[in-house]
């Protein structure tokens, strides 16, 4: 991976009318004051607002290249997410983003569960043309991952290439943590 890589997040709210500045924020702000770590926010409460954002990104900025994570803060059960109360499977996220995601990282915050079956797993990678979808088996709400585990993994990106390296660096970390999350990667 690129060293000096960002991050782009996307993170669903009530409202985009509406600005507040979320722990999501707060916990990117930290990031970059840190570790270095730039990045992009935006929200999103509809898919359609999804799709616009990721088409911004895409056709938009130059340095698109340079975005080795997308990060999404999303609820929904399991392989799914809520936008303004309409659930989308992962299939239908994966064709939204079909094609447009070669060489990223696709990261969704325990704010739903990441559980996919080795087919399941592929299907997404094939059709997004993503590196990696990682996430959590556990949706504790106790402990958000943007305070903890996400900013360790995105950290851990930064320095090393190899997903398993990152994975096992990750655990050898915070093992505990990821335990009780059940952090998750598929490539």
Known sequence: ???????????????????????????????????GIASIYKTCDTIEGLEESLNTLLYDDHGFKDYEIIYL???????????????????EIAELFEGKMKGKIIHFANTKVLDLTEEEAQYFLDITGAYAVSGYGSSYNKIPSSSTLDKAFFTICQELDDVVDIVEELYQKHYALCKLLDFRLYY
């Open 73 to 91: 803060v999303m609820p929904g059960e399991r392989n799914n997410i809520c936008l303004n109360d309409y659930y989308y499977s992962f299939e």
């Open 1 to 35: 991976m690129d060293h000096d890589s960002f991050i782009f997040c996307l993170e669903a709210v009530p409202d985009v009318e509406i600005t507040t500045k979320t722990l999501v924020v707060q916990n990117l702000e930290e990031l970059a004051l840190e570790q």
